[in-house]
């Protein structure tokens, strides 16, 4: 059997897509017609690990996805009223279940990339990988001193950044502009199929371009 391919150019909000905690707004950038995916000015202002920082705040997009490759462009850039940790957290979730409460996702910190020189141990940390609910960044780090689950990439904030992830079962690979950054044989999540979403976190404002889904049979 073929695998499944889904393309969304993402000019407009896709088919019964649902905003979770975002405004997702089509907008001109840098050439492309895209999609403006930024939190809610409530979510922005509300409390860590209660209404942001890894948590379920993304435009779902419904597709059956278990198994396979997901490819988006984005930009991200820091808002305005960004706090001092922002990082410009932008990214992709995948397997959301029904009711939000399980999903996986990897995402994006532009200003921790490579071209903003950052120092050390910022300077691995422009990739990150968590499983909500039960593994945050901030356990998988704790847990994992050895950084599996994060790496460096040689990018910026506020310049197209292609990612794109290879998922099969509890195997990763993500890779960042064509460049292989994490490789995981054992993801935290539980292996389901479920959604897709254009993720974002506090401070940023991300734009997403040219959404591709291939999903395995």
């Not at 706090?83 to 029904?98: E, T």
């Not at 910190?109 to 903003?116: E, F, V, Y």
């Not at 040689?154 to 993500?174: F, H, R, S």
Request: aromatic content about 10%; charged content about 25%.
């Amino acid at each position: 059997m073929s695998n499944r391919i889904m393309h969304y150019n993402l000019e407009t909000i896709p088919e019964g897509a649902q905003p979770h905690s975002v405004t997702a707004t089509p907008v001109q950038m840098g050439g492309r017609q895209t999609l403006r995916v930024t939190l809610t000015d409530e979510v922005s202002h509300g409390e860590p690990n209660v209404d942001f920082i890894d948590m379920p705040t993304f435009l779902k997009i419904p597709v059956e996805f278990k198994n396979g490759t997901l490819s988006v462009d984005i930009l991200s850039r820091l808002r305005d009223d960004a706090p001092a940790y922002a990082r410009g957290f932008a990214g992709l979730a995948y397997r959301i279940c029904d009711h939000e409460d399980a999903f996986e996702a990897v995402y994006i910190r532009p200003l921790n990339g490579l071209k903003t020189q950052p120092e050390a141990p910022r300077d691995k940390r422009a990739l990150q990988y968590f499983a909500y609910p039960d593994w945050k960044f901030d356990r998988l780090r704790q847990e994992y001193p050895d950084g599996r689950f994060e790496a460096g990439a040689d990018i910026g904030p506020g310049e197209w950044v292609n990612l794109t992830l290879d998922i099969d079962d509890t195997k990763l690979k993500a890779y960042v502009d064509g460049t292989e950054c994490i490789s995981l044989d054992k993801t935290k999540g539980t292996v389901i199929t479920g959604d897709i979403g254009l993720f974002v976190d506090i401070g940023t404002e991300a734009f997403f371009s040219d959404l591709k889904i291939t999903i395995s049979n």
